[in-house]
Each structure stands twice: as structure tokens, then as C-alpha cells.
């Protein structure tokens, strides 16, 4: 009998001394105001969850494998938390989505993509590309920011299908790499938009189709809007466009629906930043687009992006200018006529109701 109290003892100590019952709980600390100020989505969580966030973002830019919590919290909580962080935090590309959880957590086991001694390497060759691209950036608004960011990652990254590549969720994948998924454009945006000083955020959701997608959200002038660098991408020469930028939920909430799983995303209802309206290359009529083609054939461009306001105005000018050929009587009166004999080369994103056509 004494013997089997004995031992039941030792097993009791045992326990006691691996379930961190008697470990004291790690300081209460949170993120400064000039790193909470560029997150967004940090900024939307309860105190609690922000000291559980503050606690993983300084673990994991430490490289550790174990992080005290300053809570005991339940697992659905530690999985808001963690896939927040994970999804708005491109510079954590070596922790994995995968990971940990339990009914309670008081102690976060991070699952690395790799070795932790492999990783530094890896760190300097992201900050070493971004570095680059920020000190490329123009001057001046957050619009000019947002478009060179846009179009950058389009000029060094290649939308990656068939075999899943380790990085391809990843800022890394995407900005050193060259190759990336939806997720790796979001993540590549997100991060270069934080460090040129934007209020940006990685959006998570499904297509009108129902594949799995990601986008951003980004601050210009007090207004949110939509932007999905992925879309634009064209992945050749010169392919980008600007059908997905700075967009309002009006029109890109047909083909972007946000999953609003962990937190629900910004109302974007502005559409005065949208590339097609700050350029002068919206229309709401035949009569507006004709003018459109008519200045930017004047000025040489063969190139020529439209935006329309809305489905009608989009098969009108289809209709007339495009099956009825009007287009060309428009290109004969206004000069232009290259050397002699013209193409017209049309792309369409229909459900955004936008349109370029390349006169060559």
C-alpha cells in the first residue's frame, strides 16, 4: 500500500511539473503604437487578443518554437488569432498554416516551414528584394504607392499552378521566388504596402466560381478599397492591367466573396481612387467612350483600357462599336492609321465590365 502511494505521488509531481500549472504566466505587453497603427486588423481585436497577438508576433520574429502565452485561452480563440497573424504577416513566411491547438493553450507550439538555422538566410534575401522595391517607390500619395506596388509584383511574379511549391503562399515565394498563388501576391502587397506606410489587409474568401482566393484592402484617402494583384497579373511581357485596382465592393463583390470568418473586412463603397476613374477612362455611354479612344489615339496610345458603368452601357458599346466595326471609322477620322493597315486585339473582363483594345 505504501508503495503504491509512493508511486502515485511521483506520478502526481510528474504532472504537476509538465502541465506548467505552477509556471507563472509571461508579462502582459502589446504591440507599440507605430506597429499597431500599420495593422489594421490587430487593431480590431479585444485587448486579450491583442496581448495573445503581441505575444506570437514577438515569439515568431524571434524564431522560437515555444511561446508563453499571457493567458490560458480556448482553441477557437488561439485559432482566430493565429490564422490572423499568419495571413496578415508576410514577413513570417517560415511559419506554417498548420498548426497546434487544443481546448485550452497557455503555451503556442509554432510549426517552421524549416530548420530554424535555415531560415536567416531566407529573411536577408526578402529584405534584401524589398528593400529594392521600396527604395524604387515614388513619392508623394498613397495612390502612386499603391499602383507601383501593383504593378511591380505583376513584373516579378508568375502565378504558380500544378505542383505546390513550399513558398507559393508567401511574400518570399512571390518576391524572391517569382512564383506564387493568390494567397503570395496578397501576402507580397501586404507586406510592401506596411512598409511604404499604408494601412493594408490580406482578405480571404472564395471566387463567384467558389475556389478559395485572396486579396487585399488598402487605405487611399480616408476610403477603402479592393485590389487583387493576382487578376491583373497577365504573366507575360508587359501583362499587367488594372481591372482589380482600387476597386468598391459594388461591383468586385460579384466575383470576390470574403469568407468573414475571423473578422469582417472593410466596407469599400468609394470608387473615385478607381484607376479607370482617376484616369479619365470610364464611361457611361457610347458617346463618353468614343471621346476616351478619339484623346488617347491623339496622343499616340495604341493601348487604350475602359472602364464601363455598368452592363448596359458595357453590350452598347460592344454592340455598335465592336460587332457593328464602328471602331474603325473612329480610328480612319481621327488620323490614326500606323502604316497603312490596322488590328484591333480585344480583351474583356465582362464581369467587371471592362474592356483594351490594342490597335497595332
Known amino acids: 500500500m505504501t508503495i503504491v502511494i509512493i508511486g502515485c505521488l511521483i506520478l502526481g509531481v510528474c504532472f504537476i511539473k509538465n502541465s506548467d500549472i505552477f509556471t507563472p504566466y509571461p508579462e502582459t505587453v502589446f504591440l507599440n503604437i507605430s506597429d499597431s497603427s500599420a495593422k489594421p486588423v490587430y487593431e480590431l481585436l479585444t485587448t486579450e487578443e491583442q496581448a495573445v497577438y503581441s505575444a506570437l508576433f ?37 511559419i506554417d498554416s498548420t498548426y497546434y491547438t487544443a481546448q485550452k493553450i497557455r503555451n503556442a507550439k509554432i510549426v517552421m516551414r524549416e530548420d530554424v538555422g535555415e531560415i536567416d538566410d531566407k529573411i536577408n534575401q526578402l529584405e534584401s528584394v524589398v528593400n529594392n522595391i521600396i527604395s524604387g517607390a515614388p513619392d508623394g ?100 492591367r488594372r481591372v482589380y485596382f482600387l476597386c468598391s465592393d459594388d461591383v468586385f463583390g460579384c466575383t470576390h466573396i470574403a469568407d468573414n470568418l475571423y473578422f469582417t473586412p472593410f466596407v469599400c463603397n468609394s470608387d473615385s481612387n478607381n484607376y479607370y476613374v482617376r484616369n479619365g477612362f470610364f464611361a457611361r455611354d457610347n458617346s463618353e467612350a468614343d471621346t476616351i479612344i478619339r484623346r488617347e489615339l491623339d496622343t499616340g496610345n495604341h493601348v487604350i483600357e475602359l472602364k464601363f458603368a455598368d452592363n448596359q452601357a458595357y453590350d452598347n458599346f460592344k454592340s455598335e462599336y465592336i460587332t457593328g466595326q464602328k471602331v474603325f471609322d473612329l480610328i480612319l477620322d481621327s488620323g490614326y492609321v500606323g502604316d497603312g493597315q490596322i488590328s484591333l486585339t480585344l480583351r474583356e473582363t465582362e464581369e467587371e465590365f471592362c474592356m483594351t483594345m490594342d490597335f497595332s
Not at 60 to 80: C, F, H, Q, R, V
Not at 143 to 163: R, V
Not at 170 to 196: H, I, M, P, S, W
Open 58 to 94: 514577438n515569439g515568431i520574429s524571434a524564431k522560437n518554437e515555444s511561446i508563453p502565452l499571457p493567458y490560458d485561452i480556448t482553441g477557437d480563440t488561439y485559432s482566430k488569432i493565429y490564422c490572423i497573424l499568419e495571413k496578415q504577416e508576410g514577413s513570417f513566411f517560415y
Open 141 to 240: 500619395d498613397d495612390y502612386g504607392k499603391a499602383l507601383y506596388i501593383h504593378d511591380k509584383i505583376a513584373e516579378i511574379c508568375t502565378y504558380n499552378i500544378g505542383d505546390e511549391y513550399r513558398y507559393s503562399a508567401t511574400a518570399y515565394g512571390c518576391l524572391v521566388d517569382g512564383q506564387a498563388n493568390c494567397e503570395g501576391y496578397a501576402k507580397a502587397f501586404n507586406y510592401l504596402a506596411g512598409r511604404l506606410g499604408m494601412k493594408c489587409i490580406l482578405v480571404t474568401g472564395k471566387t463567384n466560381n467558389g475556389e478559395n482566393h485572396a486579396w487585399n484592402q488598402v487605405l487611399i484617402d480616408d476610403d477603402w478599397y479592393n485590389i487583387d494583384v493576382t487578376w491583373d497579373d497577365m504573366d507575360y511581357a508587359d501583362g499587367v
